[in-house]
């Protein structure tokens, strides 16, 4: 059935109009076809009567309309090929978008499935609320920084925190603007939570190298068009439901001020998983430990209206990526260092 929008469609159509002329050309111009006709037919046509006969006016009508008719058709049939052609390569698309929707989905709920094992053992547990207690949230957490100092072999020395990297150091040999005394308060809170994080690392390593690849694989099928923003956005909705509070929180510290956790930092930017600004204001999904964590530091990870961000991550990718000095990568100390 033609719908109105479709009628309306037609009559812009230029073909139409020009069809139209000529019709009308040819109704007011039928006196002279006549003339013509008998001029150069006489022979068949009466002298007295100057008129054709409706047999004669029939068969001139049909002549000049077959033309138009055959191409009509022809228009008409290579219409119809275009259009199975089209609906031949939406098909394709859209088998092709279910396709990679199976495969995401495959993969994802796979590696969920890893990763929920990995979180309900009881060592990554206890872990996770070894770091919320002592590393992140701990009021007192500058004093007992002594515990933390490794012994050497020969008992001469202590392994020392600096701003730069970790090394070794005799205690009186330690340059006195890296002794305790003399690190900020932010220098100080790094080297509390990189010292508890790696006393931890080696029960938790599975758990954070599930959680980056799942976000790793989530980011190449975005940025390949495998899933589009709502879909994509899906996963990671679903992927923060399954975190508690203290695991999100342990991530977001692991991933800033961890260096072991710098490829995962670059793959959460952009993302969402902590929430977007509103989320931060009200503690939404955690209450942000300060002052080692402020709103400043959140705003990479959200997933902003110009994509500024996601841009950002491919080009934090790229910039690791072409690290093949040893002592530039050992010069990183966390990601905030990298960024």
Known sequence: MTTKKNKKRYYKDWRFWVGLVIAVAIFYCLPALGKGYRFFFSEKVNPNNFSI?????????????????????????????????????????????????????????????LFKKEQNKQDTKDS????????????????????????????????????????????????????????????????????????VYNKMSSYFKIFHRILKNLNERYDEDKLDEREFKNYIGILRTQLSSEELVVILVNSLYIKRGLGL????????????????????????????????????FINDIDGKNIEKRKDYEKKLKSIDDITKFEEIRNFKSFA
């Open 53 to 113: 006969s409706r047999l004669e006016l029939l068969q001139l009508g049909i002549s000049l309309i077959a033309p138009i008719l055959t191409y009509r058709v022809f228009r008409n049939t290579l219409k119809m090929q275009d259009e199975a052609k089209s609906d031949r390569e939406k098909d394709k698309k859209a088998e092709e978008k279910r396709r990679n929707i199976d495969d995401a989905n495959r993969e994802f709920y796979s590696l969920l499935d």
């Open 128 to 199: 996770i609320s070894f770091l919320f207690d002592k590393a992140i949230n701990s009021k007192d957490n500058y004093s007992f920084i002594k515990d933390y100092k490794i012994p050497l072999g020969n008992g001469t020395g202590f392994h020392y925190y600096l701003p730069t990297r970790v090394k070794y150091f005799n205690e009186s040999d330690i340059p006195k603007k890296y002794t305790w005394e003399n690190l900020s308060n932010q220098e100080k809170s790094e080297l509390i939570i990189s010292f508890q994080f790696d006393e």
């Open 265 to 300: 930092a670059i793959e959460l930017i952009g993302t969402n998983l902590f929430g977007d600004e509103n989320d931060f204001k009200i503690d939404q999904h955690f209450i942000i430990p300060e002052p080692k964590i402020v709103p400043d530091d959140l705003s990479i």
